[in-house]
């Protein structure tokens, strides 16, 4: 049996197809022993990972702790370009604000702004622009009324006046860009429309999203928005006139940019508006405050571990000689125009 085997196993080693199968299994156990060996690295990895995190995460805390504190606790105001950023910003609120007095258009703060108004009476510190909605109906007849407005406030030429662009990203709402002869914005307000809905049954954020790729797909496509915004219309039975709820355009922000969120309200959330403080002044904002920041911030009244930066539009002036003198001038320019109204 001894020689048998022997004889067996000589047969074997001059075969290929053998060879072949004894290396490839003296390959696969040491391949098997280096995938032993890199399990139990990846082990130790993941243990310092949670060990480091753990470390992390106790930096991070605290960092957001002393943000609390500086931010929250402490009489913080702007400085230099920063100030006068908020105060041509101001103006340029102040601006529709007083184009809805005239025409008789209801607004509100939303977004940054009405966080900023709840959490700091005025601007989230390192914002830079101003965020109001507006109900579908106030919203298209403050655009007709616009291009008259800049005209005799004589800040046509100062004031450019964007909505849903047809190129690869339509802008998802009214702008109002301030600009000057230099690159980049000063200012910016944006105008979001919203509108009111019967009926929630089939109102749901997948459906709504759904209907949103279709509306911009479409105005990217060179279809004007009142045409793409059709099909949006008949499935939720939009309506210009007073109805149980309210959501976001679909041609706004909400979910285009995941930036922020779908939400419904109820008519009673949003109206009969309220008065808040906004750097001293004062403007109208959503009847039901917490509602509308919870569901954009969640727990909205403390500062969030991660800071979303912003467009940090005055880069371009602060390295030129005569900036600040510049934002001066503009500001001056805005607030005179303003008065006007009051005449």
């Given amino acids: 049996?001894?020689?048998?085997?022997k004889l067996k196993q000589s047969v074997l080693n001059q075969s290929d197809t053998y060879r072949l199968y004894e290396c490839e299994y003296k390959k696969n156990k040491k391949l098997k022993k280096d995938l032993k060996k890199t399990k139990k690295r990846v082990k130790k990895l993941?243990?310092?990972?949670?060990?480091?995190?753990?470390?992390?995460?106790?930096?991070?805390r605290s960092y957001n702790q002393q943000l609390n504190t500086i931010f929250l606790y402490t009489d913080f105001e702007a400085q230099n370009f920063l100030k006068y950023n908020h105060l041509l910003n101001i103006e340029l609120l102040n601006f529709a604000v007083n184009i809805c007095?005239?025409?008789?258009?209801?607004?509100?703060?939303?977004y940054g702004a009405l966080?900023?108004?709840?959490?700091?009476?005025?601007f989230i510190p390192w914002d830079d622009d101003i965020d109001i909605g507006m109900m579908r109906k106030d919203y298209d007849k403050f655009l007709e009324v616009l291009p008259q407005e800049l005209k005799n406030t004589k800040?046509?030429?100062?004031?450019?006046?964007?909505?849903?662009?047809?190129?690869v990203k339509p802008i998802p709402c009214i702008q109002l860009l301030y600009q000057r002869n230099v690159p980049g914005l000063l200012a910016g307000l944006d105008i979001s429309?919203?509108?009111?809905?019967?009926d929630i049954t089939d109102c749901n954020k997948e459906t709504?999203?759904?209907?949103?790729?279709?509306?911009?797909?479409?105005?990217?496509?060179?279809?004007?928005?009142?045409?793409?915004?059709?099909?949006?219309?008949?499935?939720?039975?939009?309506?210009y006139e007073k109805q149980d709820f309210i959501i976001p355009g679909v041609d706004g922000f909400v979910e285009a940019f995941k930036a922020y969120k779908f939400f419904i309200a109820t008519y009673d959330q949003i109206f009969p508006l309220q008065e808040v403080k906004f750097e001293d002044q004062t403007y109208t904002a959503p009847r039901d405050v917490r509602f509308y920041l919870e569901k954009q911030?969640?727990?909205?009244?403390?500062?969030?571990?991660?800071?979303?930066?912003?467009?940090?539009?005055?880069?371009?002036?602060?390295?030129?000689?005569?900036?600040?003198?510049?934002?001066?001038e503009q500001v001056e320019i805005v607030r005179k125009a303003n008065e006007t109204y009051k005449k």
Wanted: charged share 35%; net charge positive; proline share 2%.
């Fill in 1 to 5: 049996m001894g020689i048998f085997n």
């Fill in 46 to 60: 993941e243990k310092e990972f949670k060990k480091y995190k753990k470390a992390n995460d106790l930096i991070i």
């Fill in 101 to 110: 007095e005239k025409y008789g258009l209801q607004y509100w703060l939303e």
């Fill in 115 to 122: 966080l900023g108004a709840v959490r700091h009476k005025g």
């Fill in 155 to 167: 800040l046509d030429e100062r004031i450019k006046v964007t909505i849903n662009i047809s190129h």
């Fill in 193 to 198: 429309a919203y509108d009111f809905i019967d």
């Fill in 208 to 239: 709504y999203c759904e209907i949103q790729k279709v509306v911009r797909t479409k105005n990217k496509n060179g279809i004007p928005i009142y045409d793409a915004v059709k099909d949006y219309i008949e499935r939720f039975n939009i309506s």
């Fill in 297 to 328: 911030y969640g727990d909205y009244l403390d500062i969030p571990p991660k800071i979303h930066t912003h467009h940090f539009r005055f880069k371009v002036l602060r390295e030129m000689d005569d900036g600040l003198d510049i934002y001066k």
